[in-house]
């Protein structure tokens, strides 16, 4: 029995989900740091402006695989995750980790509320996509 690249597309999305999801879960206590003033929002966009671009990669990176793999069906259940990923991603103006003025406009409560709902959303996305990821 030959390993294919389609189980191999699929071993490697199940651990990138895994990932993903750790991801996911680390975004959602951040913010919840930051509702419970714990820690200083400069501090927590320090920590979290490095996760956000592998993420993406990584995301984009399973799906590339999919494509390649021809899973059609597990590439066009990840089509809305991409799509959102491309529109937060085109949104992200402040990287630059010398520049503290994503820090300062994270202070704001309806920002951080709408960021911790969007992160609970994708993470129950990502754990919903799990069964595609492991159905050979």
């Known amino acids: 029995m030959a390993f294919s690249f389609s189980a191999f597309t699929y071993i490697f999305a199940l651990i990138g989900d895994a990932f993903l999801i750790f991801f996911s879960i ?20 320090n920590s979290l402006n490095p996760l956000v671009l592998p993420e993406y990669l990584l995301h984009i990176l399973i ?6 793999a021809g899973e059609w069906f597990s590439l066009f259940f990840n089509v809305p995750l991409i799509a ?46 799990w069964p595609t990821s492991t159905s050979i």
Not at 63 to 68: C, I
Not at 88 to 117: A, S
Request: charge should be positive.
């Open 84 to 129: 959102y990923h491309v529109w937060r991603g085109n949104k992200r103006k402040n990287m630059d980790p010398g520049n503290n003025k994503k820090g300062q406009t994270t202070l704001w409560i309806c920002i951080v509320d709408r960021d911790r709902y969007l992160g609970k959303t994708k993470l129950a996305y990502l754990f919903g996509n």
């Open 26 to 45: 680390f975004h959602v206590i951040a913010f919840d740091e930051l509702k419970t003033d714990y820690k200083n929002p400069i501090d927590q966009c």
């Open 63 to 68: 799906n590339v695989l999919f494509l390649f």
